[in-house]
């Protein structure tokens, strides 16, 4: 009983890592986009090549069937990229 129990919650964990992040990624490249259109670019440029960094490795990793650090680095390439809007609204307020 115990070593069904244990096979069914590795099947379903391993499949909550065995599907690509489709929906992490839309968000990263949303949030992206929405950076580029607020200008961090230029205001907050480290910031937003730190999230178009992440989501290139996350798309790498996606064509590897890696989709766990997929995942991960696609909600990381999403944070960065907020907190470049963010840097460029607060930088775009100032000036």
Not at 21 to 26: A, F, H, R, T
Not at 55 to 83: C, S
């Amino acid at each position: 009983m115990l070593r069904v129990l244990l096979t069914v919650t590795a099947l379903a964990l391993a499949g909550c890592v065995t599907s690509p992040p489709v929906q992490e990624m839309s968000d990263a490249r949303q949030a992206i986009k929405a950076a580029e259109v607020a200008n961090a670019a230029r205001l907050a440029p480290e910031v937003l090549q730190d999230a178009r960094r992440f989501l290139a490795d996350a798309e790498k990793q996606i064509q590897q069937q890696a989709y766990g650090p997929a995942r991960f680095n696609a909600v990381r390439a999403k944070n960065r990229a907020t907190i470049a809007l963010r840097s460029s609204k607060g930088n775009d307020e100032h000036n």
